[in-house]
C-alpha cells in the first residue's frame, strides 16, 4: 500500500470518527435550564417587557432635555414594576437569566411583539369604532336641524 492510499484511510477514519460524535452529540436530548423561583416567568417577562417596551415608544412625548426623559423613563419603569409587584433587582436578575439562552430570549421578544400587535389591533378597533360614532352623530345632527 503506497503512503497516499494510507493517508486516504486515516482521512476516512478521522472523517468517520467526526460523524460518530456528531452523532453522539446530536442524539443527546437538550437539556432544559431549570428557572429558578426568583426567576420572571415567561408570560410575565412578556408583559413586563411589553409595558417597557411601550413605555420607551413614550419616552418624551412632551418633555424636553435628556434628564427630563431619563427621569420620565425611569419613573414609568419603576411603575411597571411596581404594577407587576417586582422589584427592579428581580427584573435585572430575570432578564440576565433569560439572555443567558439567546432562543429563549428571542421567544420572549417574539411574545412581545405578538403582544403590541394585538394591543395595536385593539387600538385601531376603538378608533375606528370612535370615528364611525362620531360620524353617524354628525349625520343625526345634519338631518335634526331645520
Known sequence: MT???????????NLGGLLCLLLLFSCQSEQVRQR???ILSPDSMVLVLTDMT????????????????????????????EEYGISRNQFESSYSWYQEDLEGLAGLYEGVSKRIKIL?????AES??????????????STAAP
Request: charged share 35%; aromatic share 6%; proline share 2%.
Open 3 to 13: 503512503t497516499s492510499g494510507v493517508s486516504g484511510y486515516a482521512s476516512i477514519v
Open 54 to 81: 411601550l413605555a420607551e415608544a413614550m419616552k418624551g412625548m412632551g418633555q424636553s432635555g435628556e434628564i427630563a426623559k431619563i427621569e420620565q423613563t425611569e419613573s414609568f419603569y419603576l411603575g411597571i414594576w
Open 120 to 124: 395595536e389591533d385593539k387600538a385601531n
Open 128 to 141: 375606528k369604532r370612535e370615528k364611525d360614532r362620531l360620524k353617524n352623530l354628525e349625520r343625526e345632527d
Open 36 to 38: 429558578p423561583n426568583n
